[in-house]
C-alpha cells in the first residue's frame, strides 16, 4: 500500500523543464546550511571517537601526550579484568530485567490506561512524572528510601506487618542490582507506558469494532490487533530501553557508586573510575571504545533486522526517488 | 568548611561524566583567559561554604589593594567536583594558578608532568615560620610543590556517655583494649563504630594506621618503593582489622552509607546512634552540620589517639592524616607565590584557624585555635614521633584507590588479608 502510494501517478510527472531544475541540485546552498551542524559533529562527536580510539592503543596516564604504545594491551587486560566482564554480566542482567518485566509492566498499564476510566488523566500524568525528574535527582531520592536505618522502604515493610522483609536494600551484594533495576523501572516506566498509549490511540477504532462484531473476545483482540499493530512501538521502546542499559552512569554512580565492593559498577561507572580516580586513562578509553562498539554493533544490527520494516517508509531513505 | 577532605557529595562528580568526553576530546576547559598576561590570578580552592568562602576572598581583596594590577579570579568548588576539574584542566595543559592540594603521590604527578612550580627556594624562605612536619606532605627528592596551609590527624572521635554506659571508662591505649571495648559495646546494645562504606576512603583509615602500628612508618614507604605489599606485616595489618570486622561493630548497612549524609557516618554518630568514628580534625564540625538540629555531641565528644599494637614496629604516637596547601600553576605570575606568602603571615593564617576551626601550619598562629576537641588534636601532633599522609593520596592515585577498594572488601568480608595485599600489590606494580 505504501509503495503504491509513493509511485508518482502519470498526472504528476512534472514538465520537463522542472524535471531539470530538480536535478540540478544547489550544492553550495545546501553546504552552507549544512556546515555549521556538520563542523559541530566533527568536534563534538567524531573527534572524542577518534581520540578515544587512538588514547585506548596507549598506556597513558592523561598527562601530556601518549607516549607508551601498548597495542591492543589494554583490550586484551579488559578481557581478564573481573570487574569489566562483571559490567557486561550485570549489564546483561539489566536488559533482561527490563525487557521481561519493565517493559511488559509498562504495556499493561498502557492498555489500562487506555480503558474508560475515572480520573484517567490523573493516572497518566502520575506515571509519567517520575520519567521528569532527572536521574541524579532520583537517585538521592532512593538512597533516603532505601536507607537501612531511617528509609521509607523498611518503614513500609513494618507497617504492613512484613518486618522480617526489611532489608539493607543497598547495602548488600545480593540485593543492590534488583534494588537498581527497581528504581530504574520506577523512573522510566512512565516514559515507554506513554509510548505505548500513543500508538494505542493511533490504532482505528475500526478494527476493534470488526473484531468485536466476529466475536473475538479481549484478549484475542489484544494478540492479533493491538499487539502486532504496536509491533513498531514496541521496538522502538525496547531499543532505547537497551541503549539506555548499556550507557547507564547517573543513577548508579548517585545511588551506589558502583558499590557495595564494586557490585554494582556499570561499563561506564568502570570506565570513570579508571579514567578518573586511577588516571588509567588508555584503559578507561578502551573501555569507552567498547561501549562505543557495543553500543553501534547492537544499534546496526537492530535496524538491520529488527527495525527494517518500520524504516521502510522513513523519510530518510528518501523512498524510490534516490 | 577547612580545606579538608568531608562532603564528598559525590553526585557532583557528575561534571566529570561530562568532562570524561572533554578530556578524550582533548578541549581544554578554558576560561578564556591565558594566565600570566595582565597579571590574572586564577585561584582555585575548596572552601565552598562560609566562612572561609569569605575570608578568603577579602584576603585576596586585600591582596589587590596591595598589589596594583593583579587581579584574582576565584574558582570555589566542592571537593570531588574540584578533583575532576582540576584532573581535566591538567590534563590540557593548563593548570591553575593557585590551587589547592592535599600533596602526595596525586601532587607529585603533577609535578613530573611539569604542570606545578618547583616551590622549594619560595617557600623555604618562610618555611621556619611553620610546624616541623608541614611540609612533609608535599616534598620529595629534597624538592617542595606547595605551600601548606593547614594540618590535622586522624583519631579515634568517641561518644564519653555511650563509652561510660558500656563500662569502658578510659579510652582503649592498645588494639586488644580496643576489640574488647568494641565486644562491650556491643553487649550494652550499642552500635560501636559508625562507618560510611560507599565512600570507601573513610575505611582506609583503619588498614592504613594498622600497617603503621604494625609495620612502622618506613613499612609504608618501602613497600611503595619496591611495589610489594604482600610483606607479613601488611598482611597483619589486614589480620588485625578482621579481627575487628568479625565482632560486626559498624552500622547496620554501613556498606552503602555516605560520610556528611542525613544517615551517614558522621550523623550516625552526631546522633548518638554509634559510639565511635575513626576520622580527621574536620569531624566535630560535619557531625555537629549533619545531626539532627545540628547540635552534636558537644561535651560528650572526647577524643582518643589510634591504639597500639602489641609487638608492632610503630609507634602509638605515630600520626596519620593530613591537611591542605596550594601549589602553584606552571604558568603562574610571580605574584602567585608572593600571594602564598601573603597567606602563611601569621595574622592571615590566624583567621583560617580562628574562623574556620582548622590546625594552622604557621607556629605563630596556633594561639587563635580555640575548640578544646582541636586543641587535643594539636596536642596529639605536636607530640607526634612520625607522620603519614591518607594513603589514597600519599601514593599513586592507582595505587591509592586500590587500597580504598581492596580495605571495602576487606570490611564486607568478603575478601582476605592476604588477597587485599595481593591486590595493592598488583595495582602498584602496573603503576
Known sequence: MLTDERRPAPAAVPPPAEKVRRRRRPWPTVALFLSPALFLFALLVLTPIVVAAYASFFDWNGFGAPGNFVGLENFRRLLTDEIFVGDLRRTLLLVALSLGIQIPISLALAMLLNQPLRGRRVYRMLFFAPYVLSEVVTAVLFTMIFSPNQGLANHITQLIGLGDLGATWLADTDTVMYSLFFVISWKYFGFHTILYLAGRQSIPPELHDAAAMDGAGPWQAFRHITLPLLGPTIRISVFLSVLGTIQLFDMVWVLTGGGPIRSSETLAVTMFQEGFKRFHVGYASAISMVIFLISVTFGLLYQRFVLRRDLEGAVTTMGDQR | ?431
Open chain 2, 1 to 431: 568548611m577547612p580545606s579538608t577532605r568531608f562532603s564528598r557529595r559525590s553526585f557532583l562528580e557528575l561534571a566529570g561524566a561530562g568532562a570524561m568526553g572533554a578530556v578524550l576530546g582533548g578541549c581544554s576547559d578554558d576560561d578564556g583567559e591565558s594566565s600570566g598576561s595582565g597579571k590574572t590570578i586564577r585561584w582555585w580552592h575548596i572552601a565552598n561554604t562560609d566562612p572561609m568562602l569569605s575570608e578568603w576572598a577579602a584576603m585576596a581583596t586585600r591582596f589587590e589593594a596591595a598589589h596594583p594590577g593583579v587581579k584574582f579570579k576565584i574558582t570555589p568548588l566542592e571537593n570531588e567536583a574540584f578533583k575532576t576539574k582540576l584532573t581535566t584542566n591538567i590534563q590540557a595543559g593548563d593548570p591553575p594558578d593557585i590551587f589547592h592540594t592535599w600533596g602526595g603521590g596525586v601532587l607529585f604527578q603533577q609535578a613530573e608532568a611539569g604542570m606545578v612550580k618547583d616551590l622549594t627556594a619560595d617557600v623555604g624562605g618562610w618555611k621556619d615560620t611553620l610546624i616541623p612536619t608541614a611540609l612533609d606532605a608535599y616534598s620529595t627528592d629534597g624538592k617542595t610543590y606547595a605551600s601548606p596551609v593547614d594540618t590535622g590527624m586522624v583519631g579515634f572521635w568517641y561518644n564519653k556517655e555511650l563509652f561510660a554506659k558500656a563500662g569502658v571508662n578510659s579510652p582503649p591505649a592498645t588494639w586488644a583494649d580496643y576489640l574488647e571495648a568494641v565486644r562491650r559495646l556491643k553487649a550494652a546494645g550499642t552500635t560501636p563504630i559508625a562507618l560510611a562504606g560507599k565512600e570507601k576512603w573513610p575505611g582506609h583509615y583503619y588498614w592504613a594506621y594498622l600497617a603503621m602500628r604494625v609495620g612502622g612508618l618506613e613499612a609504608l614507604q618501602q613497600a611503595a618503593v619496591d611495589k610489594n605489599f604482600s610483606t607479613p606485616d601488611f598482611v597483619a595489618a589486614g589480620t588485625r582489622l578482621a579481627e575487628l570486622v568479625a565482632l560486626q561493630p559498624f552500622q547496620t548497612g554501613f556498606l552503602a552509607a555516605g560520610y556528611s549524609t542525613a544517615d551517614g557516618q558522621a550523623a550516625t554518630v552526631g546522633n548518638g546512634k554509634a559510639a565511635m568514628e575513626l576520622m580527621g580534625q574536620w569531624a566535630p564540625v560535619v557531625q555537629r552540620d549533619n545531626s539532627a538540629g545540628k547540635k552534636g555531641l558537644g561535651d560528650k565528644l572526647g577524643f582518643f589517639a589510634f591504639p597500639a599494637v602489641d609487638g608492632g614496629k610503630g609507634q602509638g604516637t605515630d600520626v596519620f592524616g593530613g591537611g591542605g596547601g596550594f601549589a602553584v600553576g606552571k604558568d603562574a605570575p610571580p605574584e602567585a607565590v608572593e600571594f602564598l606568602k601573603y597567606i602563611a603571615q601569621p595574622e592571615n593564617a590566624r583567621i583560617e584557624a580562628k574562623t574556620a576551626g582548622v590546625l594552622p601550619t604557621v607556629k605563630a598562629a596556633e594561639d587563635a585555635v580555640t575548640d578544646p576537641n582541636l586543641k587535643l588534636v594539636g596536642k596529639a601532633l605536636s607530640a607526634s614521633t612520625g607522620f603519614q599522609l591518607y594513603l589514597d593520596q600519599a601514593y599513586a592515585p592507582a595505587v591509592g584507590q586500590q587500597v580504598n577498594d581492596s580495605v571495602a572488601e576487606l570490611l564486607a568480608g568478603k575478601a582476605t588479608p592476604e588477597k587485599v595485599a595481593e591486590a595493592i600489590s598488583t595495582a602498584a606494580k602496573r603503576g
